[in-house]
T-cell receptor, first 115, second 114 residues
């Protein structure tokens, strides 16, 4: 079965510093990987995805993620954090099931960016 | 602007009550999903549907049922609410043909069962 792990419950970063939110995955075939962000009392918003091709994927709000097949990781990064980046971040992997597709989520990592 | 709309943002119900959570999407998506979100557990899939009148159990279907009578609408039903169903419920949709497509989420329905 496919799975996603986010090893950190919380990440604290000072504004202006680079940030990394970690994600590792386990899949049986080609990985389709996603990052979503959730602001307080809101639904999830799509940030970026890796399907194939370049290992460095760029997404919304200046975020990027690096796919590393040998380490089975898909870490989310941003060169310079903003206070407004403070939110809950979810890594996810796509799985095929019963003729459709379902998305499996990690437990989430809360990012705090201090001014 | 594409949209997934959940009819109720906040609900308070009593144990044993029947609860309906409604979700409507305007993107003509085939796939629709219901997740529940609990602190430290992330999102867990309750049910999903890839076509009208079709439904598939997710990882935690016990105590829930769903209805998909129209393509744009996917309802989650708690036949007899219990306190352990207090949670945030998130509806999402995606295009079936796009295995690689992202999910579009509603704003969530926060349910409290007393």
């Amino acid at each position: 079965a496919q799975s996603v792990a986010q090893p950190e419950d919380q990440v604290n970063v000072a504004e202006g510093n680079p940030l990394t939110v970690k994600c590792t995955y386990s899949v049986s075939g080609n990985p389709y990987l996603f990052w979503y962000v959730q602001y307080p009392n809101r639904g999830l918003q799509f940030l970026l995805k890796y399907i194939t091709g370049d290992n460095l994927v760029k997404g919304s709000y200046g975020f990027e993620a690096e796919f590393n097949k040998s380490q089975t990781s898909f870490h989310l990064k941003k060169p310079s954090a903003l206070v407004s980046d403070s939110a809950l971040y979810f890594c996810a992997v796509r799985d095929r099931e019963n003729g459709g597709f379902k998305t499996i989520f990690g437990a989430g990592t809360r990012l705090f960016v201090k001014a | 602007d594409v949209k997934v709309t959940q009819s109720s943002r906040y609900l308070v119900k009593r144990t044993g009550e029947k609860v309906f959570l409604e979700c409507v999407q305007d993107m003509d998506h085939e796939n629709m999903f219901w997740y529940r979100q609990d602190p430290g557990l992330g999102l867990r899939l309750i049910y999903f549907s890839y076509d009208v009148k079709m439904k598939e159990k997710g990882d935690i279907p016990e105590g829930y049922s769903v209805s998909r009578e129209k393509k744009e609408r996917f309802s989650l039903i708690l036949e007899s609410a219990s306190t352990n169903q207090t949670s945030m419920y998130l509806c999402a949709s995606s295009k079936l043909a796009l295995q690689t497509g992202e999910l579009f989420f509603g704003e969530g329905s926060r349910l409290t069962v007393l």
